[in-house]
Each structure stands twice: as C-alpha cells, then as structure tokens.
C-alpha cells in the first residue's frame, strides 16, 4: 500500500470508472465507439466504499479481501482522492480441474472530491482483515469573532 500525491490529473466530475455498456453484444470493445480502457477489467472494478463524515475527519473504507500492496492511495489535483488496485487471476495448470470460479479479478479505481476543509497533506491510511480505511482530517471551523456593539440612546 502507497501513498502517493500528484496534480497532473483534472477531474471536474469527479466520476468513477463505469462501463454502461459493459455486457451488451455491442461491447465496449476496441472496435466500438466506447473504447475500454482495459481488457481485463472485470467485477472487482466497482470496489465498494464507504465515506462518512466525522466532526474531525472524512473516513473511507473499501472491502479489498486478499490485497495489500496491490492498493495505492493517492492525492491528485490537490483535492481528488483516489483509491485503486488490482487483484491478478489465478494461474491455471494444465493439470488443474476448475468446477467454480466466482472470485473477481480485474483492476479498480475510485475517485472522490475532498470539500475544502480537507486536510490533504495529513491523510492517514491502514489496511486490517481486507478493509482499507482512509483518514482524511478536517481542518477546525472558524469561529466568528463576536465583538459587541454598544447601544447608544
């Protein structure tokens, strides 16, 4: 697991990586007007996260069973946070038997818009039992400075 920052990335939207026309004949195949960005993207693309909203940080967690190293953390545009990974198919011997394969295999990425009082520059990032939790602190609300004014008359 990394954590990486950059600010060469412009997302305006902020949109996860979805195919809509993944599963159709038609494809998103290199022939068709929607290009795939990978080939081997596969059910493990739409990672499940959870962001809830603390009163001192943003916490996310992402269910990445059997992965460590495969996922970095990343920074991008200053404010975009991005989680990704990959996880490898099996290698298949010759001499194996396969009655069942339902484990996802296929890369990952999830981006978010940090608001503004994110503080980008302390996030903090753990992985325990295949959930990865991210930990992106607040910064502290400003009080309003309340000054009295007098009455007169």
Known sequence: MSLIRRADVFDPFSLDLWDPFNGFPFGSGSGSLF???SSDTAA???AR???KETPEAHVFQADV???KEEVKVEVDDGNVLQISGE???EQEEKS???HRVERSS???LRR???PDNARTEQIKASMENGVLTVTVPKEEAKKPDAKPVQITG
């Open 35 to 37: 290009p795939r960005t």
């Open 49 to 51: 996260i959870d962001w």
């Open 65 to 67: 069973p059997g992965l």
């Open 112 to 114: 978010f818009r940090l």
């Open 87 to 89: 996880r490898n198919k």
């Open 106 to 108: 296929g890369k990952f």
């Open 44 to 46: 493990f693309a739409g």
């Open 96 to 98: 194996d038997t396969w």
